[in-house]
């Protein structure tokens, strides 16, 4: 049976306009940045407020959970291929939108196999990431506001792996040693920017218009990912007809909100205990 939540209108309303960042992301500078996504191309949500992000002096970090090993019907590829494969994608999508190799981790578990991985593991590694990069802001997948928000498995368990980490992070007896041993200290995340969050709790539309060829650009990278390359690898080029193609697909798939490029979020501001709320 499906789950339905209710809750009185002005509640949400005010809810709504509470949850609005207090300046602009079009106005954030001198912040630092992390995302943390299942795959090698989940920062694709988030591609053309990274681009503007980045642009405007903010230091931006992303962390991927798996290596996407798996995600291709070409099965002349191994594992192994792929991951290499989709590693260098990601570097040069990232690459496209200013965004430096080093600011770059992969953690290396297995592509569709995340929610099966030892959960404390997975977590602590996670943890170690925030409490060492210490953003002003936390993008991740969105777990659901009220009502939990269905992903697919992978993105699924990134979206509560990452929330229970952020929660983790801020309490210094938890995972101690990498405080005590590690060189990091405990951290709180004071915001969050949600992506792929249900229509209905998007409360922050990020205008990408002056971005949208660079996010054209990076997500046209992950040649693995899209057109032929997605059955038959041929890559890391694809044709000057192919790409151009795989373009005019993407330019077709950008939000646009009263004719205008966005890309859309939950913004969500306060200790994680409050994430779902």
């Not at 339905?4 to 207090?22: G, K, R, S, T």
């Not at 951290?187 to 249900?198: E, G, I, L, N, R």
């Not at 890309?263 to 501001?269: D, L, Q």
Request: glycine residues 8%; neutral net charge.
């Amino acid at each position: 049976m499906k789950k339905i939540c209710f809750l009185p209108l002005f509640f949400l309303i005010v809810l709504y306009a509470m949850a609005q960042p207090e300046v602009p992301v079009d106005q954030w500078t001198g912040k630092t940045i992390l995302l943390i996504g299942a795959h090698p191309d989940d920062d694709t949500y988030s591609q053309g407020t990274l681009a503007m992000l980045q642009e405007h002096g903010n230091e931006i970090y992303i962390v991927t959970l798996t290596t996407g090993n798996v995600g291709t019907q070409d099965t002349t590829l191994s594992m192994t291929d792929l991951a290499l494969i989709r590693k260098q994608e990601e570097l040069a999508a990232l690459k496209e939108l200013g965004i430096p190799d080093d600011h770059y981790n992969n953690l290396g578990y297995d592509d569709g196999m995340l929610e099966y991985q030892n959960k404390k593991d997975v977590v602590a590694q996670l943890v170690y990431q925030i409490r060492k990069i210490r953003p002003d802001v936390l993008f991740a997948f969105d777990p659901g506001k009220g009502c939990q928000r269905w992903h697919k498995a992978d993105h699924r368990a990134a979206s509560y792996l990452t929330a229970d980490a952020a929660r983790a992070a801020m309490w210094p007896l938890l995972f101690q040693g990498q405080i005590t041993v590690g060189g990091v200290k405990a951290y709180t995340v004071p915001a969050y920017m949600f992506y792929d969050s249900d229509t209905a709790d998007i409360n922050t539309w990020v205008d990408i218009s002056k971005y949208v060829d660079k996010k054209i650009n990076a997500i046209s990278k992950y040649v693995s990912q899209w057109s032929s390359g997605w059955y038959k690898y041929t890559g890391p080029v694809l044709s000057p007809e192919e790409e151009k193609k795989v373009k005019e697909n993407l330019a077709r798939r950008i939000k646009k909100r009263n004719g205008v490029a966005v890309e859309g979020f939950r913004y969500y501001k306060g200790l994680p205990d409050g994430i779902g709320r």
